[in-house]
C-alpha cells in the first residue's frame, strides 16, 4: 500500500499537468498556434465563422469618397503585417465596402480601390502578393443600423481577415 501511495503521489504532478493542459481551449482548432493567436488578438482580430476579422477598434474606417489611408493608419497596418508575417500568417483576405450614398457600380468600384490600398501596404511590409484576396462589396454588406449617419462612418470600412485554412 505504502508503495502504491508514493506511485500515485510521484505521478500527481504530470497527471495535474495533463489535466490542466486538457482544459484550455487549443488554438490548434483553428489551425493557428498559440503564439499566431495572441498576435491576432493583439491587433484586434476576432474569431468567425470565416476566420480571424480585424474588428473595432482596429477597422480601417475611410472618409467619404476617399480610398486612400491615413499615414497613421498606414504605419498601422505596415506594424499589423510585419507582425502576422513574422509568426507565419500569410494569407489574408481583404474586403472593402462603402456607406449607401451613390450609385451602386461607383460604391463597388471605390470599395476594390480600398481593399487594393490596404493589401498594396500589406505586400510592402511582407505579405506574399499571391496570398492576399482582394474584395470589393461596395454597399453590399451593410453593418447593423442603430443610428444611419454614425452606421454610415462605420460602413466605409476595409476589413482584413484571416481565412479559416
Keep these: ?7 500515485f503521489v510521484r505521478c500527481t504532478p504530470l ?15 483553428t489551425g493557428l498556434s498559440s503564439q499566431q493567436v ?19 477598434p482596429g477597422k ?11 499615414g497613421e493608419q498606414k504605419t498601422n497596418v505596415e506594424k499589423m503585417a510585419r507582425s502576422l508575417h513574422s509568426v507565419g500568417i500569410n494569407h489574408l ?12 457600380a461607383y460604391n463597388e468600384q471605390l470599395s476594390l480601390r ?7 501596404v500589406l ?7 499571391a496570398n492576399i484576396s482582394v474584395q470589393g462589396y461596395g454597399n453590399s454588406k451593410p453593418l447593423p443600423a442603430s443610428n444611419a449617419s454614425a452606421v454610415r462612418k462605420e460602413n466605409r470600412r476595409v476589413a482584413v481577415i484571416v481565412p479559416v485554412q
Design 38 to 56: 495572441n498576435v491576432l488578438r493583439e491587433y484586434g482580430f476576432e474569431q468567425t465563422d470565416e476566420g480571424w476579422e480585424l474588428q473595432m
Design 15 to 29: 497527471a495535474i499537468a495533463l489535466f490542466l493542459s486538457a482544459c484550455q481551449s487549443p488554438p490548434a482548432a
Design 114 to 120: 480600398r481593399a487594393q490600398a490596404v493589401a498594396q
Design 1 to 7: 500500500m505504502k508503495k502504491l501511495l508514493q506511485a
Design 60 to 70: 480601417l474606417l475611410f472618409d467619404f469618397n476617399v480610398d486612400k489611408l491615413s
Design 123 to 129: 505586400v510592402n511590409a511582407g505579405i506574399p502578393q
Design 93 to 104: 483576405r481583404v474586403e472593402g465596402h462603402t456607406d449607401d450614398v451613390g450609385a451602386d
